[in-house]
């Protein structure tokens, strides 16, 4: 319990486990006769409900329920040891499963070493502390694989990490890290013109300052021919129809009817 710290630090102990015992209520007054109120009940009386007190402000709702009624501090802790004895085993097994099964996924090392730091914690809050050795392979064994060199290296390592120790090293790891994977990222992509824009840019010659194409070129020659054999039809008005059914593009066709006409 987190409460044994604080009772030990203060010396008061003894009334939780029973040792300091309650003095008598009353004593023979000085007539030896009468009973009058014995002061050493009075103090221990006020210590003990100082301590009482302390406990239930320290209890979460799930478990307060249970020291209703309790009238001392003594008989507050013991009713919850006898409550939380039944179940710590199963707590031990769900905490061991949980160590075993951490892994850090997505998580920043903070992030992970916290959440083991917190098992850890309540493995030795429930009298089943981890040794560091075991504690340094739980987290070695969660952790991502772009950590694999530095677990090799510490690993190797005569003694085992402390929390502060191990987390400091995963911390820089993780920074250089990041900031390599940075400085080689690839960069965006240039903007590229297709291989067939290439191409049709390549092949588009100028006949009088109007744009045209080899196809374009092509086709204003079967215009001329078809001019010389159309007698009777005007010059423009056979271009035009022979572009047209050349090329089927009627712009095309009025540019080449002003490259001839120039």
């Known amino acids: 319990m987190q409460m ?11 009334f ?8 008598s209520t009353h004593v023979l007054a000085h007539d030896g006769i009468s009973l009058q109120v014995n002061p050493p009940f009075q103090t221990w009386k006020q210590q003990d409900q100082l301590i009482l007190s302390a406990l239930l402000s320290s209890l979460s709702m799930e478990v307060l329920h249970l020291v209703v009624g309790c009238q001392s501090s003594c008989s507050a802790w013991g009713t919850l040891e006898r409550a939380l004895a039944s179940t710590s ?14 892994r850090q996924g997505d ?14 914690d309540e493995l030795a809050a429930v009298g089943r502390p981890v040794s560091l050795e075991d504690f340094n392979l739980y987290v070695f064994r969660g952790l991502r694989g772009e950590f694999k060199d530095l677990v090799t ?32 990222a690839p960069l965006l992509p240039t903007p590229s013109i297709p291989s067939s824009a290439l191409i049709a840019q390549r ?16 086709t204003v020659l079967l215009a001329l021919n078809l001019i010389t054999a159309a007698s009777k039809t005007p010059p423009s008005v056979a271009i035009g129809r022979a572009l047209g059914s050349a ?4 712009i095309h066709a009025a540019n080449c009817v002003r490259i001839l006409a120039i």
Do not use: W
Request: aromatic share 8%; with cysteine.
């Open 153 to 184: 290296s510490l690993i190797t390592k005569a003694e085992p990490l402390s929390y502060a120790d191990l987390h400091s090293h995963l911390l820089i790891h993780e920074f250089f890290h990041k900031s390599s994977a940075a400085i080689h």
């Open 247 to 250: 090329i089927g593009d009627r």
């Open 203 to 218: 092949q588009t010659s100028t006949v009088a300052g109007v744009p045209t194409s080899p196809t374009v070129e092509a």
């Open 107 to 120: 998580e920043s090392v903070t992030q992970f070493m916290q959440k083991a730091k917190a098992l850890f």
């Open 16 to 23: 939780v486990d029973g040792s300091n015992t309650c003095p």
């Open 4 to 14: 044994l710290p604080y009772l030990l630090g203060q010396g008061v102990f003894g």
């Open 89 to 102: 085993n199963s707590r031990i097994m769900q905490f061991h499963g949980s160590l075993q099964d951490l």
